[in-house]
């Protein structure tokens, strides 16, 4: 069943580019991190297609989501259907960002309305159902000097609830997760990991865990600079954003074939 408009306030669209000159090209919509806001999106360069990103203002809100992860993404698919351009989409997101996308892409299939022709994950680890996997391993987050106590505190919760809505999608849902029913998913990884970064990521092998999936569920994997929390630092987003560049291409191309 849709999720009717506005039935969740505080889940908002915005367009964070806008390129008349590539009007006909798929629009990408990025989907937020764990802190449920977009900020980062915006310091990418020219995608040549409009961007739209999903942020949740909602997240730090123990109570708004009973249904987690699924429900967020049942709740975006009736924002994109109400408020963004119809025709083929592009899905994608940082982090947390990629699963929910993920989670979108399933429940669009088959929709001639908004078409998915794939879903790009930045940096996405398929999730751990006991600990939050990769939580534990992150570094003190950098306020910046204008974050007030009360922002530090909402963003600590929505990351809290991320991870939390994460593990539970782990724990329910792999056995609904039919890659026939999906369209191709493309990996931008970190080439600089944390816990994982050893000779198996060198040689290419390791896909953030996704590989105890299914050892071909990615269409294509694409590395980029930096680790799970540097990748839109200013020494790493250029080459961040054009691996989202070259992925929204391969799966243009996927599409024509």
Same mark, same amino acid.
């Given at each position: 069943?849709?999720?009717?408009?506005?039935?969740?306030?505080?889940?908002? @669209?915005?367009?964070?580019? !806008?390129d008349p000159d590539f009007s006909e090209q798929p629009p990408l919509v990025?989907?937020?991190?764990?802190?449920?806001?977009?900020?980062? &999106?915006?310091?990418?360069?020219?995608? *040549?297609?409009?961007?739209?990103?999903?942020?949740? *203002?909602?997240?730090?809100?123990?109570? %708004?989501?009973?249904?987690? =992860?699924?429900?967020?993404?049942?709740?975006?698919? !009736?924002?994109?259907? #109400?408020?963004?351009?119809?025709?083929?989409?592009?899905?994608?997101?940082? #982090?947390?960002?990629?699963?929910?996308?993920?989670?979108?892409?399933?429940?669009?299939?088959?929709?001639?309305?908004?078409?998915?022709?794939?879903?790009?994950?930045?940096?996405? &680890? &398929?999730p751990s159902a006991e600990d939050g996997g990769r939580n534990?391993?992150?570094?003190?987050? /950098?306020?910046?000097?204008?974050?007030?106590?009360? @922002?530090?505190?909402?963003?600590?919760?929505?990351?809290?609830? @991320? %991870?939390?809505?994460?593990?539970?999608?782990?724990?329910?849902?792999? !056995?609904? =997760?039919?890659?026939?029913?999906?369209?191709?998913?493309?990996?931008?990884?970190?080439?600089? @990991?944390?816990?994982?970064?050893?000779?198996?990521?060198?040689?290419?092998?390791?896909?953030?865990?996704?590989?105890?999936?299914?050892?071909?569920?990615? %269409?294509?994997?694409?590395?980029?600079?930096?680790?799970?929390?540097?990748?839109?630092?200013?020494?790493?987003?250029?080459?961040?954003? /054009?691996?989202?560049?070259?992925?929204?291409?391969?799966?243009?191309?996927?599409? *024509?074939?």
């Amino acid at each position: 069943m849709a999720v009717p408009k506005n039935s969740f306030p505080g889940v908002i @669209s915005a367009l964070i580019q !806008d390129d008349p000159d590539f009007s006909e090209q798929p629009p990408l919509v990025l989907i937020h991190d764990g802190g449920g806001a977009t900020v980062n &999106y915006y310091y990418l360069g020219e995608l *040549e297609r409009q961007v739209w990103g999903i942020s949740n *203002e909602k997240l730090v809100d123990d109570v %708004a989501w009973p249904g987690g =992860l699924r429900q967020l993404a049942r709740a975006y698919v !009736d924002l994109v259907l #109400s408020e963004l351009p119809h025709g083929p989409l592009i899905f994608g997101g940082w #982090s947390v960002g990629g699963l929910i996308a993920l989670e979108m892409a399933k429940i669009l299939a088959g929709n001639a309305q908004a078409p998915v022709l794939g879903v790009v994950m930045l940096d996405t &680890y &398929y999730p751990s159902a006991e600990d939050g996997g990769r939580n534990r391993d992150a570094p003190p987050i /950098e306020w910046g000097e204008a974050t007030t106590a009360e @922002s530090k505190k909402a963003t600590l919760k929505s990351l809290k609830n @991320s %991870a939390k809505f994460s593990q539970q999608w782990a724990r329910d849902g792999q !056995d609904a =997760l039919d890659k026939a029913k999906l369209p191709p998913v493309v990996l931008l990884r970190a080439s600089q @990991s944390h816990s994982v970064a050893d000779a198996e990521m060198r040689r290419g092998a390791n896909t953030l865990g996704w590989e105890n999936l299914q050892p071909d569920f990615f %269409a294509h994997v694409l590395d980029v600079p930096g680790n799970h929390y540097t990748l839109f630092t200013v020494e790493n987003v250029d080459d961040l954003t /054009e691996g989202l560049f070259q992925a929204c291409e391969l799966l243009e191309d996927m599409e *024509e074939a």
